[in-house]
């Protein structure tokens, strides 16, 4: 398990991450999504041991995450600006991380080299940012390490690159029970990978949920009432998220479960109403809304 409690971490003034409390659970796919500058890279940083905390506490497996073999040893880090040593070629690469890794499949990167068409002797500064994602994923994988911290690594590959490396994922998590922690701002993709999701939003978590719960919890609903309606006295207590009106068809996002929600409408006799289900891009935009990060603002 993954625990950061009350963590916090500071560059001069700004909070790049602020007093975030989140588990991450062993078995489960969890993605980070946030909006740019949230924090998502610090804060892998920080679990991956790179950067210290200035406040709280970020543990792996019960041990503190920085600078602690103990940590490090549970888990392979992917940045999203992997560097690699000058002239240094995936063999060599290879050699360095099987002595620090004591788990190296030498013969599974091997393989896999081959089969993703990566030449093992040839220089990674000749490779493609595509090519160099390919292999650090390959390198992360046949670590064999329990957690797998990925920064924006699908976003760079192509989309038959993506099946093959969720594919791959999808056998080491099936196999072996591989945690991988996904920072990524391809919620499409998110959506089809992820167990858990946290949303970042200026250093902080809006919201941690399983995905199917996340799913389950918020809804869009579309309806025609008859006669004027007063969407406060229809909802009540329900939190109403996000309301559009296009002539007499509502659009409503609100928090609450499908049942809740229909009674709700259906005690005001609608013409129509149907309750839409919401994509993970949806509700991202709709939590970051509430939040303050209104789209709107920043159409010219
Ligand atoms: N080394 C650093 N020095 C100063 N500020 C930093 C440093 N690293 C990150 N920051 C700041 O911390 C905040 C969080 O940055 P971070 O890279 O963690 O965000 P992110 O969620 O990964 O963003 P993005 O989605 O744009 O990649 C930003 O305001 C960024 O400018």
């Known amino acids: 398990m993954i625990e950061a409690q009350c963590l ?17 659970k062993e078995g489960e796919v969890f993605g980070l999504v946030g ?47 992997s560097y690699f040593f000058s002239n240094s070629t995936p063999g060599d690469l290879k050699n360095y991380y099987k002595v620090i890794y004591t788990g190296f499949d030498e013969q599974r990167f091997e393989e896999l080299m081959k089969k993703f068409g990566l030449d093992s002797r040839r220089k990674i500064n000749t490779f493609s940012k595509g090519m160099k994602k390919q292999l650090t994923v390959l390198l992360g994988i046949c670590a064999n390490t329990k957690y797998l911290l ?25 196999e072996r029970g591989l945690t991988p922690v996904i920072a990524s701002h391809n919620l499409r993709e998110l959506e089809d990978i992820c167990d858990h999701v946290g949303l970042l939003h200026r250093g902080g978590i809006l919201l941690s949920k399983d995905l199917f719960d996340m799913k389950l919890s918020i809804h869009k609903i579309q309806c025609v009432f008859k006669e004027e309606v007063e969407l406060k006295e229809l909802f009540g207590d329900t939190d ?58 920043l159409i010219f």
């Open 8 to 24: 916090t971490k500071r560059f001069d003034s700004i909070k790049a991450v602020d007093n975030i409390n989140a588990v991450i």
């Open 35 to 81: 909006t740019n500058g949230a924090g998502k890279s610090t804060f892998l940083r920080m679990v991956a041991g790179v950067l210290r905390p200035d406040e709280g506490t970020i543990k792996v497996d019960g041990y503190p995450a920085y600078e602690n073999m103990d940590a490090k040893k549970l888990l392979f880090y992917i940045s999203d600006d």
């Open 150 to 174: 990925c920064d924006e690594t699908f976003d760079g590959l192509d989309p038959v690159m993506r099946q093959a490396v969720k594919s791959l994922f999808a056998k080491e998590i099936a």
């Open 240 to 297: 109403i998220l996000k309301t559009e009106r296009r002539g007499s068809l509502y659009t409503i996002t609100a928090r609450g479960s499908r049942e809740e929600i229909i009674a709700k409408i259906e005690k005001h006799n609608p013409v129509f109403s149907e309750v839409l289900p919401l994509s993970l891009e949806e509700i991202f935009i709709s939590e970051t809304e509430v939040a303050g990060y209104d789209i709107k603002k």
